[in-house]
């Protein structure tokens, strides 16, 4: 399903969220949006709402819908659209244009790393790791020992390696830097969003092994 579009509101405070849970449960949203709207998803955090819909038309139907929800609950609420910019990597204004352009794609980029990195340094936390799997526990080992000699800092588990980054761009070096230190020692190299693992992990009160670090790896 399509969920490039997302309707946001906030509840007010005196307003019990799980009601509203409740009341969508029983309803499955019917008679708020019809049967040509019943797959969107909804999220409910606190007080704060999120229904996904995969068109600005659904997300506008949405919108007027749940704000006829909300007089019918004697609630003031107020709808916010926002749109997913895959090159901003974020949620943005629904009428915001995105990217064409190289120079903007770039720029946009450019945006996105630097909020990565300014996440890491704020939190001590990094969003990007480098997973290294090798082929035995002894190559594991001496290419664990190797690379913190080399000055890259890892998390060794049994036969793989873990390396913080601080951004997309740095996980990507660090990918080919590892590739030319390991050689045939490392059958797979490669760099991954660590974002709803690393919350997960946070979740469930296991510790973050890059908080270890004296710091992430940072490529200027």
């Not at 035995?136 to 190797?146: G, I, K, Q």
């Not at 797979?188 to 004296?214: D, I, Q, W, Y």
Request: charged residues 25%; proline residues 4%; aromatic residues 8%.
């Amino acid at each position: 399903m399509n969920d490039d579009f997302r309707v946001h509101f906030t509840l007010p405070k005196h307003a019990n969220p799980k009601d509203l849970q409740q009341s969508f449960q029983d309803t499955g949203l019917t008679h708020l949006l019809g049967e040509q709207l019943q797959h969107i998803a909804v999220s409910i955090d606190g007080n704060e709402v999120f229904l996904y819909a995969g068109s600005d038309e659904d997300a506008e139907q949405v919108a007027a819908a749940v704000t006829a929800f909300g007089k019918e609950s004697g609630w003031t609420i107020t709808p916010e659209i926002r749109r997913w910019h895959p090159d901003a990597e974020d949620w943005e204004d629904v009428n915001a244009a995105e990217p064409t352009t190289p120079s903007e794609v770039a720029a946009e980029h450019a945006k996105v790393i630097a909020a990565e990195r300014a996440e890491t340094a704020k939190y001590g936390l990094t969003e990007w790791e480098v997973r290294v799997q090798c082929d035995s526990h002894a190559d594991c080992v001496s290419l664990a020992a190797t690379l913190r000699s080399e000055g890259i800092p890892n998390v060794r588990r049994s036969r793989y390696l873990l390396i913080g980054a601080t951004d997309e761009d740095t996980g990507a070096q660090l990918v080919e830097r590892v590739k030319g230190i390991a050689g045939v020692t490392a059958a797979r190299v490669e760099s991954t969003l660590r974002g709803v693992e690393m919350a997960a992990a946070e979740e469930k009160g296991r510790a973050n092994p890059f908080r270890l670090f004296t710091g992430p790896v940072f490529f200027a």
